[in-house]
């Protein structure tokens, strides 16, 4: 069996936040939840726990996954409450650029509200990606959310009075 490092396990338990993404869910995400004792000291940590959802799916790997299909996924694999929060574009992505990404299998991943909050995972929407000749997420646009969230979360001021202005999202 492959060990976790002592201080992985050490950074994760004394973390205020722990952000399992982006990357591809079973080739970059999950590998490093099934090594022995991590997803059990992501269990136990009190860190704020933000899963970062992949805006499209992924021939072969996450074909017709919603976001709430990620998450449980992830949960299946690391138990519950190994995610908080999850993180999902909320942008709209230009109808030619589906039309590239269709020809090869990839297609945006559908943000299922209602099935989210029955796994128990809050969820953020937010403009998370870059969208050129391909759709990436932003790194400005993806590290300014987490940072807002873990600083809403960890001050007390919660999310939803964050993100939620005028009666609209951010």
Do not use: W
Request: hydrophobic share 40%; aromatic share 6%; glycine share 8%.
């Amino acid at each position: 069996k492959v060990q976790p490092v002592q201080s992985a396990l050490d950074a994760i338990k004394n973390a205020d936040a722990v952000v399992l993404g982006p990357g591809s869910l079973y080739t970059s995400i999950m590998p490093n939840l099934l090594v022995e004792g991590v997803a059990d000291t992501l269990r136990r940590s009190k860190a704020v726990k933000i899963y970062i959802c992949n805006v499209m799916t992924q021939p072969g790997e996450t074909d017709g996954y919603t976001a709430s299909m990620h998450v449980k996924a992830i949960l299946d694999h690391a138990g519950k409450g190994a995610i908080d929060y999850v993180l999902v574009n909320s942008t709209p992505i230009s109808p030619e650029l589906q039309a590239e990404y269709a020809k090869t299998g990839a297609y945006p991943v559908l943000v299922d509200e209602d099935e989210l909050n029955a796994l128990g995972v809050g969820f953020i929407k937010a403009d998370i990606i870059n969208e050129t000749n391909v759709i990436h997420h932003d790194p400005v646009k993806l590290s300014r959310n987490v940072m807002k969230m873990v600083y809403s979360l960890k001050s007390g001021s919660g999310l939803k009075e964050y993100y939620v202005e005028d009666n609209r999202m951010r």
